[in-house]
């Protein structure tokens, strides 16, 4: 069994002019709810072995407050082509995570965060809110074996149905 939590950044601060989309940090909204939704997540008793997240600033800040509840002895992943990604090339990196690692998260943005969760579901979401959650399970020991429309959408969570 392989398991991904797809995660879409916490809202993001559109009020410093002057900051670039790469560098926009979270608001005062998204700073509450990533220590929400990761509290959640541990509640719920999810083992992560490894996230791996875009290297935007509202990105990384939501995975660095995943990592506090989840793995807080692994540093967070950084991978840059997550920023500008195309489903396809998260499906990439998907493939190439070692086998012995069952449960990874991947931090990015939307709109590929829903295209990737309805590439990989036959269910679907229809749009991944900010700091939202999609759970994604395949029956597949080795992630190069995960095919399309092969995983089982487990849950989807989002901060409004925790507050």
Not at 74 to 88: D, F, R
Not at 104 to 126: A, C, K, L, Q
Request: hydrophobic share 35%; with cysteine.
């Amino acid at each position: 069994m392989k398991t991904v939590l797809f995660a879409r950044h916490a809202k993001s601060n559109w009020n410093e002019p002057g900051v670039s989309d790469f560098n926009r940090p979270l608001n005062e909204k998204g700073k509450n709810d990533a220590p929400l939704m990761a509290t959640y997540l541990q509640q719920c008793g999810y083992i992560i072995h490894q996230i791996i997240s875009s290297d935007a600033a509202r990105a990384l800040a939501t995975a660095e407050e995943y990592k506090k509840y989840l793995t807080p002895d692994k540093p967070v992943i950084q991978n840059h082509i997550i920023y500008m990604a195309s489903h396809l090339d998260i499906v990439d990196i998907i493939k190439q995570l070692p086998d012995k690692q069952s449960t990874v998260m991947i931090v990015g943005h939307n709109p590929t965060m829903t295209e990737v969760v309805n590439y990989y579901t036959r269910d679907g979401v229809s749009d991944m809110p900010s700091c939202s959650v999609a759970i994604v399970q395949f029956e597949a020991n080795n992630w190069s074996d995960i095919k399309r429309e092969h995983g089982d959408l487990l849950a989807f969570e989002y901060p409004k149905k925790h507050n």
